[in-house]
């Protein structure tokens, strides 16, 4: 039986992907630095910040799956917490490294976490794919920094795959989860312009996404991990709305508004380009929810009927 260790496999992705890989016959265990209930699965302790780890963890995994980081939508962006974004992210990548090659033999694969923001935080008509430059905003620098722990793995050696994900849509957990409170209260609106692009993907695909990773050794490299279908900001939200059966009386929420409650980390609410699905397609990854109005069926009525 192959081991996949997964980095943060406590977030919305780590739970539902550990699940569906022990489903298709792999061991998975898990890196966490809380401690955090995973399911039953082998737990790991790992502390980045302080540059320490079980080392055994990488010794027993064929397949790494690097999704750790403090989350970005959390708190507001100051110095200390941009730190925390960046140093989560790369410093734990470089530790893994250290600990793969005291232990080199076993590895097939290493598989990261990227984030559309490579592309930046911008809003206009241009499709971007894997081929475009990142951007030189914040998270465009922490997604080129991030890539390039996957870096240090492809120069050993190792297939690395690096996924650069959209907006993971759940109703648990994520930004679906939070544009709900305001939508079942009646007060949601659509944010800013309305017309920025929400690169999105559901729980289940960016999961397939992250199993044929491993499995299909053709795959190398970055992959945008979004739908293939582009949906606005306005778009989004009436699409919600409808869904959950209510109705947008709001104007939209003015940007200065956002930026005044949220400051920089606003941009990601308030910019969004569309970002091409075709390499993965191409690869061979059939979608299962390629369209938003299904997508948004199954996570907020067929799930709730279940
Ligand atoms: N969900 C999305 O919409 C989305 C979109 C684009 C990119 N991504 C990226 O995909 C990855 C997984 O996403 P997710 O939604 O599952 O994230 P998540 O729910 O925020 O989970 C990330 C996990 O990382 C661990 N973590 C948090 N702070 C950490 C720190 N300072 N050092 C090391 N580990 C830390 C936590 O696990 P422990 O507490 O157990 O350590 C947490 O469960 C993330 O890197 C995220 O940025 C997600």
Redesign the pocket.
Known sequence: MKTVLI????????RQLSKLLSVKGYAVSI??????SSDGFKCFRWD??SGTMDAQAVAEADYIIH??????GEKRWSQDRKR?IVD??VK?GELLFQAFLKNPGRLKAFVT????GYYGAVTSQKIFTEDDAPESDFLGETCRRWEETAGLFENAGIRTVKIR????LDKT???LARLLVPMRLHVGSALGSGSQFMPWIHLNDICGIYLKAIEDVAMKGAYNAVAPQHTTNLEFTAAVAKTSGRTLWFPNVPAFVLKAIFGEMSAIILEGSRVSADKIMKAGFNFEFPELNPALENLLNEKQKA
């Open positions: 980095t943060g496999g406590t977030g919305l992705i780590g890196f966490t630095t809380s401690g955090r980045p910040s999704l750790a980081g403090a989350n970005i925390a989560s992210r734990s976490a990227s984030a559309t994900t959209g907006i993971v957990d994520g930004a």
